[in-house]
């Protein structure tokens, strides 16, 4: 009697250990990936349009969740134009016009240097588990990576992309691909992750491609040169002087 007691524990705490992580689980996880007190990087976007294909460098300092600071290096038409976000505030400003332009309402909506990432997209909180709830709806293998497929619904109103569906990398928990879709259900914006490396005990993307479907095109490849997380960045960085600078 007391064996088979003792086997049916083992056989329950197995069938509980098999269970997946859940939906806000697997959020968690992505986010502590992705999430960083200070990160600084330097980053390329080749942006393949219907016409040419053209490529933007910029370097970025961004602090938790609140503050961003952008200054585009190439090509020489960009170099020296900068971008700053504050919580929910966005401004640019230009050498050529030596003007501070904030960016909002309509405007967010617009493509970034041309890419198919927009103002709106840098905006976006960086941590999923603050604008989504998830559930696991299966799973699949992408790229021979197997995955859990996830639906992630927004949590209010107002949000960029009501909807996602995301393909979590079991292992590494990176999101291998996502689909972005409007409220009404209309697929906006796809964007698949094809390399990751390894930084400071975290899964990290390396290359990933940004597709607006509304546009034509092959995409925006966005490839992440360095990164350095947790260093340390001088307050000054994050003002509004730091444009003219």
Not at 93 to 108: E, K, V
Request: proline residues 4%.
């Amino acid at each position: 009697m007391k064996k088979i007691l003792i086997l049916g524990f083992l056989i329950n705490a197995s069938i509980l250990y098999a269970q997946p992580p859940s939906g806000e689980e697997i959020l968690k996880r992505i986010d502590n990936n992705f999430y960083a007190e200070n990160r600084v990087s330097i980053t390329s976007m080749i942006i393949k349009g219907r016409r040419a294909t053209r490529t933007v460098k910029a370097k970025s300092w961004v602090r938790g969740m609140d503050k961003a600071f952008t200054e585009y290096l190439f090509p020489a038409r960009e170099e020296g134009t900068k971008m700053l976000k504050i919580k929910d505030e966005l401004w640019t400003w230009s050498p050529s016009t030596d003007r501070i332009i904030r960016i909002a309402g309509h405007m967010l909506r617009q493509s970034l240097m041309g890419s198919d990432v927009s103002y709106e997209d840098f905006m976006e909180d960086p941590e999923l588990t603050n604008i989504y709830d998830a559930v696991v709806a299966g799973e699949e293998t992408i790229e021979g990576r197997p995955c859990y497929v996830l639906d992630l619904k927004a949590k209010k109103e107002g949000v960029a992309y009501h909807t996602k569906k995301l393909w979590v990398d079991k292992e590494r928990y990176i999101p291998l691909r996502q689909d972005w879709f409007a409220k009404g259900g209309k697929l906006l914006k796809t964007v698949t992750i094809s390399e990751v490396f390894k930084v400071d005990n975290r899964w990290y993307p390396k290359r990933m491609v940004f597709k607006d479907v509304l546009k034509k095109g092959e995409g925006t490849e966005f490839i992440i040169e360095s990164v350095d997380f947790n260093t340390e960045i001088p307050e000054h960085i994050f003002t509004k002087a730091s444009l003219r600078r």
